[in-house]
């Protein structure tokens, strides 16, 4: 987990990184520029006052490069030009920005590499003239505001675009195509929490995604045939997509969330790696065994900070032994048999597994040593109920109100697995 955590902050350093660098020069910005600037602050204000505007003074001698929040500035065939702009303060309790993106202001930056919009009430549109004038940009992230209609098909125009995330708005429509077609240097792609539909695009076999978001959105269908192989990041959930799950791609994914969906059939093996070690495939149509990892995985434990949540499906046979050392798991709600595997006791009971919800299965036994004497670790979370065994006490202290209380199935739906009620 350490790892994921560290990987997905990747984007913000970079932007850090590049956002830091200055003008040196005392030359005055670019006529264009400074105009393109003033435009924009007819049509974008401060929800509150003394906000980020408040250092954008026109009337004074400094240079906007040095005085205006947000403006960074470089030297570009002789003259200071705008590279990068960041409207907003970013602070956790600012309000943002209020008002709509002036197209007339921000196409006029032609050497724009960056354009960033902090969260705030911005509404409208998102201007199409970003794809045929911005040819420089990079980085477009105009996340966490009310901007609505549709995602402009000329950003595909945008041939060095790395990072694109509209997240967080109100945008419908479909995605369209090209962004996943056509845009080379396209890393990095987050339109989580829209209302966007229709199918996920088709990749290109030359796509070098290593981050794509599209959760929370109204997407059906199947999944594209192929999903890009550079993936190490991956969320779909909370979508209305169905269908296998034989497209998705494990060699690099750290992350994996396809949650909430209709996906159905069987886990594929290869998303068991250790590498692997975030993923959420709860409350979906999956069925099946869950399969041991795949012999070309290189396939080690799970360790510290690892979460697996396979709830809520219809997944059968014994509980895999490979899982045992997951710190955070979650087999609930399928339709399990036999004993649970005495590494997970062990585990649980020592504290190295920190989270293990096995109710509403057809378990037959819990196998502890001395149940009278096992206590469990502060802030150890284990619930066994309604299996085909009488859950011992430890088994239920942490069950979520959903599970139904302190009891064990009926014993005629045990006898459909010809399955005894037991304590082990």
Not at 86 to 100: E, F, K, Y
Not at 285 to 312: A, K
């Amino acid at each position: 987990m350490e790892f994921c955590n560290t990987f997905l902050q990747i984007p913000t350093l970079i932007l850090t990184l590049l956002l830091s660098i200055s003008p040196t020069t005392q030359q005055q910005l670019a006529a264009l520029d400074l105009n393109a600037l003033h435009q924009i602050t007819d049509t974008l204000t401060d929800v509150k006052n003394g906000g980020f505007f408040s250092t954008w003074n026109f009337s004074s001698p400094e240079n906007p490069c040095s005085s205006f929040a947000g403006v960074t500035c470089s030297v570009i065939n002789g003259q200071l030009r705008v590279t990068a702009l960041l409207l907003g303060t970013g602070l956790s309790d600012s309000p943002g920005l209020a008002g709509t993106i002036s197209p007339d202001g921000i196409y006029a930056l032609s050497e724009l590499t960056q354009l960033i919009l902090y969260p705030g009430i911005v509404t409208g549109f998102i201007p199409s003239q970003l794809g045929r004038r911005l040819k420089n940009l990079r980085v477009i992230s105009l996340t966490n505001n009310r901007l609505t209609g549709t995602i402009p098909e000329t950003i595909s125009e945008l041939q060095n675009l790395h990072t694109l995330d509209l997240s967080h708005n109100k945008l419908t429509g479909v995605i369209p195509p090209t962004l996943a077609s056509a845009l080379p240097e396209l890393k990095v792609l987050v339109l989580a929490y829209n209302n966007l539909a229709g199918n996920i695009p088709e990749f290109s076999e030359e796509s070098q995604l290593i981050h794509l978001d599209l959760r929370n959105n109204l997407l059906s269908g199947t999944l594209p045939e192929t999903m890009p192989a550079t993936l190490r990041y991956l969320s779909l959930s909370s979508n209305g997509l169905w269908g296998p799950l034989n497209s998705v791609s494990s060699s690099y994914l750290v992350y994996l969330d396809l949650s909430m969906n209709k996906f159905s059939g069987p886990i594929p093996d290869s998303f068991f790696s250790s590498s692997l070690s975030s993923m959420y495939l709860q409350r979906n149509n999956l069925s099946g065994e869950v399969p041991p990892p795949s012999p070309s995985s290189f396939f080690e434990s799970y360790g510290p900070g690892s979460t697996i949540d396979l709830s809520h499906n219809f997944l059968s046979g014994e509980i895999p032994i490979f899982l045992d050392t997951v710190e955070t798991l979650f087999l609930n709600n399928n339709h399990f048999t036999g004993k649970v595997p005495r590494n997970y006791v062990t585990n649980v009971f020592a504290g190295t597994t920190r989270t293990l919800y096995l109710q509403h299965n057809y378990l037959s036994s819990f196998p502890m040593e001395n149940p009278r004497d096992m206590v469990l670790p502060d802030g150890v979370a284990l619930c066994l109920s309604y299996n085909c065994m009488v859950p011992p006490a430890v088994g239920l202290t942490a069950c979520p109100a959903s599970a139904g209380g302190p009891f064990s199935r009926p014993f005629r739906q045990c006898s459909v697995f010809n399955i005894g009620n037991s304590i082990g």
